[in-house]
């Protein structure tokens, strides 16, 4: 996202005091519109009308709040963590993903106001209602400008999700950055993810013996540019978790010539899995211009002709499927998945420790 590329909604929400006077409204008028809960104040000079930032979405209202946080605040503001993520465009705000492993809830509409800043080791300032401090240093090469607000790289920034968000959480940012960067359509450019793969395990190395650091080496372990959405990401970690060896996105021959991706390809037993979440059938941008019930007969014949031609049974779940582990496990066992239970040899030992620990 470049740095011009900004959420007009975002543009649109926020008001300063000096647009209110102009406006029409008086001090008093505003001070008595913030009172009642008409307006929202998101930090001193900037405002937004609650019935907008209600029915905006939790990224948009947190792009707000960073928007009016830096032209605020004084110069050195650094936006990390969740708030980079959120400017990065990765799927920090998924209620469904922030569930999955018995994770906390999506905040409420005050805590999604709420920013991520990082500070110097020592930083001391007055405790805000409007602002999370994180001490951490981060050097030039690991700020950037994006959406109008000064973050972290994305790669540092996955680096703090990975120890401070649900683990299910960072890998779906992980991969969907990745898939951005490395994979154009089916075809991955392997050599450039080995490539950020070293270059992500030497900040490791650089941060050894830091909170968390354990989970960042499992994310770069982990993390997979073949994964198409967060649902995928999360099923691939639970098949990890359960010693369930998967090859990604294995291409099929087609019944007419052509090639036919199955999420899932299981290596040690005859099935394949698929994960579907509803809005394939009833999001019509995702449907194109064909109705659910023609996007239904496309893959059942589709399944029908992966599992002829193939000779494995296909089994498919859904995002209620893969909030643990365990859940996935009994729906796999129930259709004859052979179900080892924990992580594979394939698996090295230091990420199967951090997987068998995962709530």
């Known amino acids: 996202m470049a740095d011009e590329q900004r959420d007009p909604s975002v543009d649109t929400l926020l008001h300063t005091t000096h ?14 519109r913030t009172a009642s809960g008409e307006l929202t104040r998101l930090r001193r000079g900037w405002y937004a009308e609650t019935a907008v930032l209600r029915a905006a979405s939790p990224r948009t209202r947190q ?14 503001i650094l936006f990390g963590h ?25 905040p409420s509409l005050e805590e999604q106001l709420i920013t991520e800043q990082l500070v110097p080791p020592g930083f001391r300032a007055a405790r805000s209602t409007f602002v999370r401090y994180r001490q951490g240093t981060v050097p030039d090469t690991d700020r950037c ?18 120890r401070s968000e649900p683990f299910e959480v960072a890998l779906a940012c992980a991969d969907q950055h990745l898939r951005r960067t490395f994979r154009v359509g089916p075809h991955v450019d392997i050599a450039r993810w080995r490539n950020w793969q070293a270059v992500f395990r030497k900040r490791i190395t650089h941060a050894a013996g830091m909170p968390g650091i354990r989970r960042v080496r499992a994310l770069a372990a982990l993390a997979d540019p073949r994964a198409d959405s967060p649902l995928e990401s999360v099923s691939r970690l639970r098949l990890t978790q359960l010693g369930i060896d998967i090859e990604p996105q294995f291409a099929v021959r087609g019944e007419r010539g052509g090639t036919y991706y199955v999420d899932f390809w299981f290596i040690d037993a005859p099935f394949f899995g698929e994960c579907d979440g509803k809005h ?8 194109g211009a064909r109705s659910a019930e023609e996007v239904v007969v496309r893959e059942k014949r589709r399944h029908d002709w992966i599992t002829g031609s193939t000779g494995r049974r296909g089994v498919r779940w859904g995002a209620a499927d893969v909030m643990s582990a365990a859940t996935l496990g009994a729906r796999l066992a129930a259709f004859g998945v052979p179900v080892p239970g924990t992580p594979s040899e394939r698996t090295d030992p230091a990420t199967a420790t951090l997987l068998r620990r995962l709530r």
């Open 63 to 76: 792009l707000a709040a960073m928007r009016a946080a830096h032209h605020a605040t004084p110069s050195g």
């Open 280 to 287: 394939k059938y009833t999001d019509p941008a995702l449907r």
């Open 19 to 32: 647009e209110l006077l102009q406006l029409g409204l008086t001090g008093r008028i505003i001070a008595e």
């Open 82 to 106: 969740r708030s980079a993520a959120t400017a990065h465009d990765l799927p920090v705000w998924s209620d469904w993903l922030r569930a999955t492993g018995g994770g906390a809830p999506l």
């Open 145 to 162: 400008t994006v959406a109008g607000v000064p973050v972290t790289s994305v790669d540092r920034t996955l680096f703090d999700l990975a």
